[in-house]
């Protein structure tokens, strides 16, 4: 028997990929994340399948789930919002699998961030204005950041910031973030990214504070920061595509 750790996207029921669809039909058992996911995600699954909600679960009774799945007999799909590889706890719980000796594999989602930036319409790397993202998250009442990815040693690097876990900092986020990228440096938060109660919030860093607290978001956000997101943006032309690129058959 396998656990199949699955990346749901965003939430919305249409951005899981076929091999996430099929797993999600034909695993009897599925573990999932309600506070982030549309419920129309679950639709996927076999009508008789056993629906775990893990929102108020620990990692000890999340374990206990996935192995008695498996000891009796049962495949289980590990819902995951966003894709497994960015703050899903993966490495957490396959460890514990591993010692239980527990086969488990990995499908990848549309990440959060990359939902995001459709919604936006935006390319988060623009020629000659920006080449690098910088997919992070900051302390708060969580689990603590090691000493060298502070956010201000990523700011000073002038890349699109998209910032995680973090909707419930983002005044202080921001006045960090102006003495690299300035008052006028626009701003976009994205709140559940492509499900029915999406919302979009565009501005700067001297005023997303304002708009984010009057909007009451508390989770479920991210924060993209830099200069590709302004309206419209100026940049210079790839090289790739250049019509004056020499391109040999």
């Given at each position: 028997?396998?656990?199949?750790?699955?990346g749901?996207?965003?939430?919305?029921?249409?951005?899981?990929t076929?091999?996430?669809?099929a797993l999600l039909?034909?695993s009897?058992?599925?573990?999932?994340a309600g506070?982030y996911?549309?419920?129309e995600?679950?639709?996927?699954?076999?009508?008789d399948?056993e629906?775990?909600?893990?929102?108020?679960?620990?990692?000890d009774?999340?374990t206990?789930?996935?192995v008695?799945a498996t000891?009796?007999?049962?495949d289980?799909?590990?819902?995951?919002?966003?894709?497994?590889?960015?703050?899903?706890?993966l490495?957490?719980?396959t460890?514990?699998?591993?010692?239980h000796?527990i086969?488990?594999?990995?499908?990848?989602?549309?990440?959060?961030y990359?939902?995001a930036?459709?919604l936006?319409?935006?390319?988060?790397?623009?020629?000659?204005?920006?080449?690098?993202?910088?997919?992070?998250?900051?302390?708060?009442?969580s689990?603590?950041?090691?000493?060298?990815?502070?956010?201000?040693n990523?700011?000073?690097?002038?890349?699109?910031?998209?910032?995680?876990?973090?909707?419930t900092?983002?005044?202080?986020?921001?006045?960090?973030?102006?003495?690299?990228?300035?008052?006028?440096?626009?701003?976009a938060?994205?709140?559940?990214?492509?499900?029915?109660?999406?919302l979009?919030?565009?501005?700067t860093?001297?005023?997303?504070?304002?708009q984010?607290?009057a909007?009451g978001?508390?989770q479920?956000?991210?924060?993209l920061?830099?200069?590709?997101?302004?309206?419209?943006?100026s940049c210079?032309?790839?090289?790739?595509?250049?019509p004056?690129?020499?391109?040999?058959?």
């Open positions: 028997m396998t656990v199949h750790f699955i749901a996207g965003p939430g919305a029921a249409d951005l899981l076929l091999r996430a669809v039909h034909k009897p058992v599925c573990l999932y506070t996911l549309d419920p995600v679950l639709g996927h699954c076999a009508p399948a629906l775990i909600d893990t929102q108020h679960l620990d990692l009774q999340i206990e789930h996935l008695r000891e009796s007999g049962k289980v799909a590990r819902l995951c919002s966003g894709d497994p590889s960015l703050y899903s706890a490495t957490e719980q460890r514990r699998l591993d010692a000796g086969a488990w594999d990995v499908t990848p989602g549309v990440p959060a990359a939902a930036a459709a936006l319409g935006t390319e988060l790397t623009v020629p000659e204005v920006v080449q690098s993202v910088v997919l992070t998250r900051t302390r708060a009442r689990t603590a950041m090691p000493d060298t990815e502070a956010l201000a990523f700011a000073a690097t002038g890349a699109t910031l998209v910032l995680h876990l973090a909707i900092r983002v005044r202080t986020l921001a006045a960090e973030l102006v003495a690299d990228y300035g008052t006028d440096c626009p701003v938060v994205v709140y559940r990214a492509s499900q029915p109660d999406q979009i919030l565009r501005g860093l001297a005023d997303i504070a304002d984010v607290e909007a978001l508390r479920a956000a991210i924060i920061v830099g200069r590709a997101l302004a309206d419209p943006v210079a032309q790839s090289h790739l595509y250049d004056a690129r020499v391109r040999h058959r």
